[in-house]
């Protein structure tokens, strides 16, 4: 991100890390909460309990994506001021209010990918894991930066991170679904076995 933000100055740079470390503080905190869910999710598919396993995945999206719009609307509305606490250079905060913008406008989708990996980890999927851990800050985020620019300038730079976080939903929806039927199939053998048991 630095060296994307170089050829537009130090304001740029500066301004990049400011609004990294702000929505940092808020993705930590889903964090932290995936970090609750996952001994739940754990726990229950050991047991072969798929079905509570949806449903505190589901819960904890729902929650987590409240959270985050919440923090999204304040820090849109509340961009600039936001910005000044860290830098008080009028450039700095021109450019930060802009990114923060650009990040608040996506940020909402951090939940759904954040939960998702975690339960990938959790379940023992390891590739669509590693895809998933990857993909934000890496397998999307540094093309974009590297291709945005070319065609947008410094705003490129600023929208990066979200149109990263565009691309990291569409290929987490994608695993989700595929992982889901896989649960599903798994779901169904054992409610088999069990009936075949029974008997």
Excluded at 141 to 148: E, G, K, V
Aim: with cysteine; hydrophobic share 55%; aromatic share 12%.
């Amino acid at each position: 991100l630095n060296i994307a933000a170089n050829p537009y100055g130090d304001a740029a740079i500066a301004a990049m890390s400011v609004v990294s470390r702000i929505t940092m503080f808020a993705n930590s905190a889903v964090i932290g909460f995936g970090q609750g869910f996952q001994p739940v999710c754990g726990f229950n598919y050991g047991a072969r309990r798929y079905d509570r396993v949806k449903e505190a995945f589901w819960f904890c999206v729902k929650f987590s994506t409240v959270f985050l719009l919440f923090v999204s609307v304040l820090g849109a509305v509340f961009a600039e001021p936001l910005v000044a606490v860290f830098r008080s250079d009028p450039e700095v905060i021109a450019i930060g209010r802009v990114a923060l913008w650009c990040q608040c406008a996506t940020f909402a989708l951090s939940g759904w990918i954040t939960l998702n990996n975690m339960m990938m980890q959790t379940i023992g999927k390891t590739l669509p894991a590693t895809v998933l851990a990857a993909s934000r800050q890496g397998l999307f985020f540094i093309p974009a930066l590297l291709i945005l620019p070319a065609f947008l300038d410094l705003f490129g730079i600023q929208m990066a991170q979200a149109a990263a976080d565009v691309c990291t939903f569409a290929i987490t929806t994608v695993i989700y679904l595929h992982v889901m039927e896989q649960m599903d199939h798994e779901m169904y053998n054992h409610a088999a076995a069990e009936r075949m048991s029974g008997k």
